[in-house]
């Protein structure tokens, strides 16, 4: 029997998000990504000797907000605790975590997998500030510090073992991502660094209990956790099929070579010497605040689909692209509410919209159109003050500048010549130069008309309606 019929695996997730917040947990430095090394930091950050934490409350309200979305009872009593340990990125020594009052605990979020719908369990969310960024130099052999993410804030989501498969803990990611980017809670950017996930793998033969897990560390791309699953679950069962043991430890994942290795032994939660933080008081959260975060949630995607399906009429697969990013979604139904034309911006959207982001590697949170723009666009062309591969022209510029459609067109010349008169001279001088192709048009010849099209729409540098001139046309060659 091969290795897929004698073992199955068990996987637990713990997904570091980083909360979309513009200071840190603690203190008032900024959180903005890629700024020059050691310049958002103040003594609170850098754990300088008689610095006071204090909570940054917008912390706590994402991390209730996801806790809502993901089903889990809010921990009305809560406090921080000091987790010990030393290393270089971590200037005070200890970090400030959540062991004993997490504020999010027992929730679930569903997956859709082929065989149908699975529940995974969410043990709890706590929240805890971030490390420093350790930068190694090889050229200088020497390792230097940049503690601008040290107190960044972060949200920690521990799934229960419930996952059997690399392609549920993708579904499983891809739901969290999705709901937090749908609370704006976090832009779940994992070349960024602010979604990283530590996989916790075992094997076990089907029905035994659950073997020596060993913990990966900080992946932080899908492919990396499919690849680290397949070959951690690989190494785990030759070394039993081979007569060795498993033994707990941390272990890297070396994405270029495919393999991983070992760091350290797994440590417990006594390694840490865990003590209340004496710095920050308890939080209490009262039931009236708690109703206020639940009617502030958002519409969830699911809602959103069935609400679209009732209320635009479109096409189930339009549905499906278009609310797989809030901020699309947003666009959509901003830019339809002011034009009225919800296959139209669907179809603007899906089209060169989803196009552009490929090109450029973007997200859709990264577009910069309006729906004012938008919509005005779409007008345009339907009103027939510009044609189809002029419009394409503007809807590019203003994905990137979100610049005025009129003024885009103007300026580059780009609306269409209504002058009629003007039009028909143009039409008569091209079927004079053109007699073969209008001889071939009268035999019978379609695509003949074609290229008379083409030339008018040369002559007239694009500034006409393809659609007029092909009528003009049938009209003027009876």
């Known amino acids: 029997m091969g290795k897929e019929k004698q073992y199955e695996s068990v996987i637990g997730l713990e997904v570091h998000v980083e909360l979309a917040t513009k200071t840190k947990i603690f203190c008032g430095c900024s959180t903005a990504f890629g700024g020059v090394p050691n310049t958002h930091t103040c003594p609170v950050c850098t754990g300088m000797p008689g610095s006071l934490p204090v909570l940054n409350r917008k912390v706590l309200e994402y991390a209730v907000s996801v806790g809502l979305a993901t089903n889990c009872e809010i921990t009305r009593y809560c406090k921080f605790d000091r987790k010990n340990y030393f290393y270089p990125d971590n200037p005070q020594n200890y970090q400030i975590s959540q062991l004993y009052l997490p504020i999010c605990r027992n929730g679930w979020v569903e997956i859709e997998m082929p065989e149908g719908t699975k529940r995974i369990g969410i043990h709890e969310i706590h ?23 040290s107190g960044v804030p972060l949200i920690e989501i521990v799934s229960e073992p419930d ?36 996989v916790n793998l075992s094997v076990r033969e089907p029905g035994a209990e659950p073997g020596v897990r060993t913990e990966m560390k900080n992946l932080n791309s899908f492919k990396a956790i499919t690849r680290a699953i397949a070959g951690e679950r690989d190494r785990q069962i030759d070394l039993l099929t081979s007569g060795a043991v498993v033994v707990q430890e941390t272990r890297r994942w070396d994405d270029a070579k495919g393999c991983s290795y070992a760091m350290r032994s ?41 609400r679209y399906r009732e209320e635009y009429q479109i096409p189930d697969y339009d549905i499906e692209i278009l609310t797989d990013s809030r901020q699309m979604a947003m666009l959509f139904e901003e830019t339809t509410a002011l034009c009225n034309q919800p296959k139209k911006v669907s179809n603007w959207l899906m089209g060169e919209g989803m196009r552009l982001l490929k090109e450029r590697g973007r997200d859709p949170e990264d577009m910069l159109i309006s729906p004012a723009h938008l919509a005005k666009l779409i007008v345009m062309r339907e ?13 590019e510029v203003m994905f990137d500048t979100d610049t005025d459609p009129a003024d885009c067109a103007r300026e580059r010349g780009l609306l269409i010549v209504n002058d009629t008169g003007g039009l028909t001279e143009v039409l008569r001088k091209v079927i004079a130069e053109n007699p073969k192709s209008v001889e071939d048009y009268l035999g019978g010849k379609e695509k003949a008309l074609g290229f008379l099209v083409g030339q008018t729409m040369k002559a007239m540098k694009g500034k006409a309606d393809p659609a007029q001139v092909n009528q003009m046309l049938r009209e003027m060659l009876v």
């Open 163 to 198: 996952m059997r498969s690399a392609e549920e803990v993708i579904a499983y990611l891809e739901k969290l991502r999705l709901m937090i980017r749908y609370l704006g809670a976090s832009d779940c950017k994992l070349q960024e660094g602010s979604m990283r996930v530590d």
């Open 266 to 306: 797994k440590e417990d939660a006594r390694d840490y010497r865990y003590f209340p933080d004496p710095d920050l008081v308890p939080i209490r959260i009262s039931e009236a605040w708690l109703e206020e975060r639940k009617a502030a949630l958002p519409e969830m995607r699911t809602e959103k689909i069935q």
């Open 127 to 149: 929240m805890e500030e971030d490390a420093g960024k350790l930068i190694h130099d090889e050229w200088e052999d020497c390792t230097l510090v940049d503690y601008n993410r």
């Open 383 to 395: 009103a027939g003050e510009i044609n189809g591969s002029s419009a394409k022209e503007i809807f």
